[in-house]
């Protein structure tokens, strides 16, 4: 352990490491370099991709031996990059070397360093697989080494659209990757028989559940609708055990909102709709009674143990 | 199973055939991801499910009655989970153990899982949870115990032969493409 | 019998011209076939769902071939869809041995990319959780791999820790496995009371009968015997492979990033890292109880350096890393594992990719197989230390 420490004044800086690879490569290699975050970044030019990797494994002032990781990043309109990171266990350095497929976004292509670095060859072999990018020199990069074999399609690019997100929306209230144009985040109110799976069986169970459920439609005088006002109430009576009057006047409001804001609205819809909100409330009153009953109940029952409440007894 | 399928047997005799049943489960753990390591933790010591009859240790498909199959199952598994459950004898049994074996779970939207067991094979209990505890599963294996103890074999078997099991829709390929 | 040749011996039926895969090797009646085994993606010697396919020459193996795959979910690609508190509960599950090492680095890496400070607390407390799980990990390799090798008896003892230490975790975190314990900026919640007195009473039980497992397996001579001496992995090739973790201490580097790049509050005690010589299957598994000893005099440390404190920072409505990108690498229980964070400002990470130290290890596994017999197969299976998910992602 104090050894691989002990070497660690011999570690070039980045900037003598690329004034070293623009030495032994050209000019033209280094097309770029970043140190962010504390990593340090150098782009290279794809031509010299290879025998980069090569240099910074067999110099001995670098002695990148320790192949760390390979992959790509989807860069949009431009295509795609290829990163590789470098570790010395001698020097302890860490270098980022990337560089841009050529061939744009339609045929990437990219020269592999598999005969460099043992470690790259299923790395590559992953890049294909989930980007599509030829690896040129690569002793076979098929079969598709993650997904199944007759997968269609490159997962990871951009492009590629996750097929359940498009038949089923996210389960939450909040959709965490997309904004609206005012870049707020999404809300969405998931209904039962919306959102049917990606099978046949699970539409069918969709379009039962939407039968089983009649949802009334939103509909909307004084921007609140029908629904979210009962679930409201809903929400104030099923919090607590403990029923207060408050509630039920909640709940009656709900309703009376309800039949005002039905009555805005002429048809047999506003009909149906006043006459679901009346039994939603109806049956919501029923079971407050129902609870206020248990709870008497209960107290009864508790009193009735401890003793604690003789003149109740003697009344019975 | 010779005629045990064909008859309905009488009442006294089908209750202790299927206590001798319920009670020598042979289980072959299918163990896919973490859940598996749920299932190993049932079958140690702390929670040891042995106790209730259960065997964890069937050499292989063909001597189980019981698959419990514990995890993630990807659309590159799927044709091998089928074959598993196709060389069980009857009449067999599956526990789905955790979410991702129910329907999905967090990976619900993954491009390459798919969206439960049951797409491939016919479940008799699932177990909710990422990752249930080692109680949830002897809490399930009770469950199938009990609908173990009150059904005909029968009926079960006839069940099975008008309904084969697998759903078409699933879109999983009938047979393992070699490599 | 003179009138056959050896191709229809061996494979009767064919016809001169068909093509068979097979290739014959020997001369006359000693003529004997190579077989191609495969191996998985159900078997209990590969625990998990992990297929090898072996040319056999007779006993010996020519070529390995490692399918892998069988438990690909996608990781990277959900990570897109979700944002930076949502990947937290993701990705706890591809390594589902080490759950909290692998939050950890998500964590890191975001804060990073945030600039956000951690507490001093919050810090120590990853530190221990970190530790612990490391020690529960190892504890399951532990028992697996003797399993592998035909002892069942481990297997339980390593249970019986497991099941302690997962019962005080649980009490912090609220899972046994998948624990969810950090966020962006620290930890979700202080430590129960008692939750460090119970750690100390836990290292000092771990530790008296971790001698019980080294004489137990490392004493054993069917042990010594099946191990010593197979699959000698040597260092350049560990490091042109990207082998890492108490695979490649077992050759004799003691390349560990809590020495080699301190994180959290490693640089401030001193870790001790377990090295084996030969780098065979005994060395590895050799490493792998070292590792347990070492993590608990860590936990012992941290327990000096554990001060009262916040444990996370109020975060902004909307975790949003700036743009930029960084690679974070921190040592999981199975070697080093690596992310690279690049955000282009939004809710979601542009792109999350996840270096996973089973992925490199198990891609050595061929160059250990060639030439070793079946039985010592499985022996280098289970010393190469792997989850099938952290492979697959």
Redesign the interface.
Same mark, same amino acid.
């Given at each position: 352990m104090s050894g691989v420490l002990a070497r660690r004044d011999r570690a070039l800086t980045p900037e003598e490491t690329e004034e070293l690879l623009r030495d032994r490569l050209g000019e033209a290699a280094v097309v770029g370099s970043v140190v962010e975050y504390g990593v340090f970044t150098l782009r290279i030019a794809q031509e010299h991709w290879l025998e980069a990797a090569r240099r910074c494994r067999d110099e001995p002032l670098l002695a990148y031996d320790l192949f760390d990781n390979l992959f790509a990043v989807d860069m949009r309109e431009e295509g795609f990059d290829v990163v590789t990171v470098l570790y010395s266990t001698s020097t302890g350095n860490r270098l980022v070397l990337r560089t841009r497929c050529a061939g744009g976004r339609e045929a990437p292509t990219c020269p592999s360093i598999s005969d460099v670095y043992r470690g790259a060859n299923w790395m590559e072999r992953e890049t294909w697989d989930m980007f599509g990018i030829e690896f040129e020199g690569h002793p076979g990069l098929a079969?598709r080494i993650?997904?199944?074999?007759?997968?269609e399609g490159w997962?990871l690019r951009k492009d590629?659209h996750?097929?359940?997100?498009g038949v089923?929306p996210w389960?939450g209230v909040k959709e965490p990757a997309e904004l609206d144009e005012d870049g707020n985040v999404i809300e969405r109110v998931p209904r039962i028989g919306d959102a049917p799976?990606?099978?046949?069986?699970d539409k069918v169970i969709a379009e039962q559940a939407k039968l089983a459920n009649p949802v009334p439609e939103p509909v909307t005088a004084e921007g609140g609708n029908v629904e979210e006002l009962a679930q409201d109430a809903d929400l104030a009576s099923d919090s607590g055990q403990v029923l207060t009057s408050a509630d039920e006047q909640a709940a009656e409001e709900a309703e009376a909102q309800a039949s005002d804001v039905a009555a805005d609205v002429a048809g047999a819809q506003a009909q149906d709709l006043e006459q679901t909100a009346k039994d939603k409330a109806e049956q919501r009153r029923r079971e407050q009674a129902e609870a206020r009953r248990r709870k008497a109940e209960e107290r009864a029952a508790d009193a009735d143990d401890a003793g604690a409440a003789p003149d109740q007894e003697g009344n019975a | 199973m010779g005629v045990m399928d064909q008859i309905e047997l009488p009442t006294p005799i089908k209750y202790v055939f299927n206590w001798g049943r319920k009670y020598s489960l042979w289980c072959f753990n299918?163990?896919?991801?973490?859940c598996?390591?749920?299932f190993?933790?049932a079958s140690?010591?702390?929670h040891d499910f042995i106790r209730h009859g259960v065997i964890p240790f069937a050499h292989g498909p063909r001597q189980a009655d019981l698959l419990v199959v514990s995890g993630?199952l990807?659309?590159?598994?799927a044709p091998?989970v089928k074959r598993?459950y196709e060389q069980m004898p009857e009449p067999k049994y599956v526990i789905s153990f955790g979410s991702c074996a129910n329907c999905g779970g #967090?990976?619900?939207? +993954?491009?390459?899982?798919t969206?439960g067991v049951d797409?491939v094979i016919p479940v008799d209990v699932y177990v909710p949870g990422?990752?249930p505890?080692p109680e949830a599963l002897l809490e399930s294996i009770m469950r199938l115990q009990d609908l173990i103890q009150g059904e005909s074999l029968k009926e079960r078997m006839e069940r099975r032969r008008r309904d084969p099991i697998t759903?078409a829709?699933?879109?999983v #390929?009938e047979r393992e +493409?070699t490599? | 019998m003179s009138e056959l040749s050896t191709r229809e011996r061996i494979h009767p039926g064919t016809a001169p011209g068909e093509d068979y895969h097979l290739e014959i090797v020997g001369e006359g009646d000693f003529a004997t076939a190579d077989m191609t085994l495969s191996i998985g993606?159900?078997h209990p010697a590969t625990h998990?769902?992990f297929r090898i396919?072996l040319e056999m020459d007779g006993e010996r193996v020519r070529s390995a071939r490692p399918?892998i795959?069988?438990?690909?979910?996608?990781f990277e690609?959900?990570a897109e869809?979700r944002d930076y508190r949502q990947i937290m509960?993701?990705v706890n599950?591809h390594d589902?041995?080490s759950g909290f090492s692998n939050e950890l680095g998500v964590a890191l890496a975001v804060e990073q990319l945030m600039e956000f400070e951690v507490p001093d607390r919050a810090q120590w407390i990853r530190m221990l959780m970190a530790e612990w799980n490391r020690v529960l990990n190892h504890l399951?390799f532990v028992g697996s791999f003797a399993l592998e090798l035909g002892a069942i008896t481990p297997?339980?003892y390593a249970?019986?820790e497991?099941?302690d230490i997962q019962h005080m975790m649980e009490a912090a975190t609220g899972g046994?496995?998948?624990f969810t314990y950090n966020q962006v900026g620290g930890v979700k919640i202080d430590l129960p009371k008692g939750f460090l007195r119970t750690s100390a009473e836990l290292t000092t039980i771990t530790r008296k009968r971790l001698v019980d497992y080294r004489d137990l397996i490392l004493g054993n001579e069917i042990f010594q015997a099946r191990t010593k001496g197979v699959g000698a992995l040597p260092t350049d090739v560990a490091l042109s492979f990207g082998v890492t973790g108490p695979t490649l201490q077992a050759t004799g580097l003691p390349e560990d990033s809590r020495v080699t790049e301190p994180y959290l509050k490693y640089g401030e005690i001193d870790v001790p890292v377990p090295v084996g010589e030969n780098g065979d299957a005994f060395d590895r598994f050799f490493c792998l109880l070292g590792r347990i000893e070492a993590s608990l005099d860590i936990i012992d440390q941290v327990l000096d350096h554990i001060g009262p404190g916040p444990v996370n920072s109020k975060l902004p409505k909307m975790v949003k890393a700036p743009e930029g990108a960084t690679y974070v690498r921190t040592e999981n229980p199975l070697g080093q594992l690596g992310y690279w964070l690049e955000s282009d400002g939004g809710r979601t990470p542009w792109r999350l990719k996840m270096r996973t130290p089973s992925f490199s290890n198990v891609q050595a596994i061929p160059y250990l197989l060639e030439g070793v017999l079946v039985p010592d197969a499985v022996a280098v299976l289970g010393s190469v230390f792997f989850v099938?998910?952290d492979i697959d992602r």
């Open positions: 079969p993650l997904t199944v074999e007759n997968f997962p590629f996750l097929v359940s997100r089923k389960p799976g990606p099978y046949e069986l | 299918f163990g896919l991801a973490c598996a390591i749920e190993i933790a140690a010591a702390r993630t990807t659309d590159k598994m091998a598993l #967090p990976y619900w939207d +993954s491009y390459s899982v969206k797409q990422c990752p505890r759903l829709a699933a879109g #390929p +493409s490599t | 993606p159900a998990g769902v396919v399918v795959g069988y438990m690909h979910r996608g690609k959900l869809y509960a993701l599950r589902w041995l399951m297997m339980f249970f019986r497991r099941e046994r496995l998948h099938v998910g």
